[in-house]
């Protein structure tokens, strides 16, 4: 079955930067995208932005361009989301999901960054 | 772009049928049938519930139905039961940009 496996909780200082991997298995990691979506306590969701898993092209949301880098390892068949220039605005918990056409069909666990000095 | 409009909450008792609404534009909402729902529990990743508009995933509850008018996107939970206590959020897909719901909070009286 789908799986999207994410790595652990986070704990970074004030201006630090912070790389959230997303393991990806039972099936073919480069037939579609991965999209980066982040949820700040007792908020909404909120798009981060996504990467072409096939040829590694990228697109990010406004708020987040030149903080945010996204790649992927076909190898290993894992995607990574950096960001940057971390603020106590960016404690969060950051998910990855599979793009199925215009609807997310599998999402990771979430892995928590807590961002406090 | 701003986040789908979305009631806070909505609270209904067992057996009742509720409507969450999703008001978006129509430059979203509005142009495509490409809004989904997700459920959501306390510390758990979303579920999807509904795709493009009124689809339902294989396993989802039949008491769930989506419908749009105009950009409006609406989520109905018919024969509420204890276990739709959750958050709910919708989401527009435009040109690779997505766009979600403020989330509304559903609690089961």
């Known amino acids: 079955q789908v799986q999207l496996v994410q790595s652990g909780a986070e704990v970074k200082k004030p201006g630090a930067s912070v790389r959230v991997s997303c393991k990806a298995s039972?099936?073919?990691?480069?037939?579609?995208?991965i999209y980066w979506v982040r949820q700040v306590p007792g908020q909404g969701l909120e798009w981060m932005g996504r990467?072409?898993?096939?040829?590694?092209?990228?697109n990010y949301a406004q708020k987040f361009q030149g903080r945010v880098t996204m790649t992927r390892d076909t190898s290993i068949n894992t995607a990574y989301m950096e960001l940057s220039r971390l603020t106590s605005d960016d404690t969060a918990v950051y998910y990855c999901?599979?793009?199925?056409?215009?609807?997310?069909?599998?999402w990771g666990q979430g892995t928590l960054v807590t961002v406090s000095s | 772009q701003s986040a789908l409009t979305q009631p806070a909450s909505v609270s209904g008792s067992p057996g009742q049928s509720i409507t969450i609404s999703c008001t978006g534009t129509?430059?979203?909402?509005?142009?495509?049938?490409?809004v989904s729902w997700y459920q959501q529990y306390p510390g758990k990743a979303p579920k999807l519930i509904i795709y493009e508009v009124s689809n339902r995933p294989s396993g989802v509850s039949n008491r769930f139905s989506g419908s749009k008018s105009g950009n409006t996107a609406s989520l109905t939970i018919s024969g509420l039961q204890a276990e739709d206590e959750a958050d709910y959020s919708c989401s527009s897909y435009t040109s690779s940009i997505i766009l979600f719901g403020t989330g509304t909070k559903v609690t089961v009286l």
């Open positions: 129509s430059s979203d909402v509005g142009a495509y049938n490409y």
């Open positions: 999901a599979r793009l199925q056409q215009n609807w997310f069909d599998s």
């Open positions: 039972g099936y073919t990691f480069s037939v579609y995208y």
């Open positions: 990467i072409n898993c096939n040829s590694g092209g990228t």
